[in-house]
C-alpha cells in the first residue's frame, strides 16, 4: 500500500517528511490553494516520486513545471479532458474525481487508455484539501480495474475505518492512500509526529 502525502511547501518541513520514507509527496501549482508551492523542492530520496498538482492549468505550463521540478508523476485535479491527459509525455498521470455519497462512475470510462491513476477525493468548495471523506462505499460499484488513490480527509482518526476497509472488496485496487490537510499545523505544514503514527498503522494493514 502506497502513502501519498500532498501538499507540501515549506523546505525543512519537505525534508523532515521525507524521512518517514512515502511514496509520494505531491506540490500544488494553483495559484488559488493556501498551499501552492512556488519555491525550491530540496533533493530528495529518489524512491518519493514527485507529483506536481494542476488545476486546469495550460498544457505548456505543466510541461514547464515537470522539467523544471523534475516531476515523477503529474495530478489533474480539474476538468481536463482525455485528450489533454494524454498530450502529457513521460511521467505518471493521475485524474482526480470528485465525490459526495454518489458517483456516476461512466465518466471514468474515457480516462480508461489515457492515464495511469485514478484518485477519489472529497467534493467540496475547494479542488483538494477539504478536511472530510466521502463514503467509501461508493467504491463498491468500482467497474474499473485501473488502480486509484483514495483521498479526502483521510486522518488519524480513519485508522479504524481503513482497516474495515482493507477488508472488503472495495479496497482490491486501490492502490495508494493521499493525506494532506489533517495533518496540517497550517497550510503546507505538515506535522511529523502525528504523520509518523499514521503511516505506522497504515504499514501494519496487510493490504
Known amino acids: 500500500m502506497k502513502l501519498k502525502i500532498c501538499g507540501m511547501k515549506y523546505k525543512d518541513n519537505i525534508e523532515a517528511v521525507a524521512s518517514l520514507q512515502p511514496d ?7 495559484n488559488k490553494s ?3 508551492f512556488n519555491n525550491s523542492i530540496p533533493e530528495l530520496p529518489e524512491y518519493i516520486k514527485k507529483v506536481g498538482v494542476f488545476v486546469d492549468e495550460e498544457l505548456d505550463i505543466v510541461t514547464e513545471k515537470i ?3 523534475n516531476l515523477q508523476a503529474v495530478q489533474l485535479h480539474g476538468s481536463e479532458s482525455p485528450e489533454y491527459c494524454v498530450a502529457i509525455k513521460g511521467v505518471e498521470v493521475i485524474k482526480v474525481f470528485s465525490i459526495i455519497n454518489e458517483f456516476d462512475f461512466n465518466v471514468l470510462h474515457p480516462y480508461e487508455a489515457n492515464c495511469d491513476y485514478f484518485l477519489f477525493d472529497t467534493k467540496g468548495e475547494l479542488p483538494g484539501g477539504n478536511g472530510y471523506t466521502f463514503d467509501w462505499d461508493v467504491l463498491k460499484n468500482y467497474p474499473s480495474t485501473k488502480p486509484y488513490f483514495l483521498s479526502g480527509g483521510i486522518g488519524l482518526n480513519e485508522i479504524e475505518k481503513i482497516k474495515e476497509f482493507k477488508k472488503s472488496s472495495v479496497s482490491k485496487y486501490c492502490y495508494a492512500l493521499d493525506v494532506n490537510s489533517k495533518f496540517e499545523i497550517e497550510a503546507g505544514l505538515k506535522n511529523i509526529e502525528e504523520l509518523e503514527k499514521f ?3 497504515v504499514t501494519s494493514i496487510d493490504f
Open 199 to 201: 503511516k505506522k498503522h
Open 24 to 30: 509520494y509527496l505531491g506540490f500544488i501549482f494553483y
Open 34 to 36: 493556501a498551499r501552492h
Open 67 to 69: 522539467k523544471k521540478y
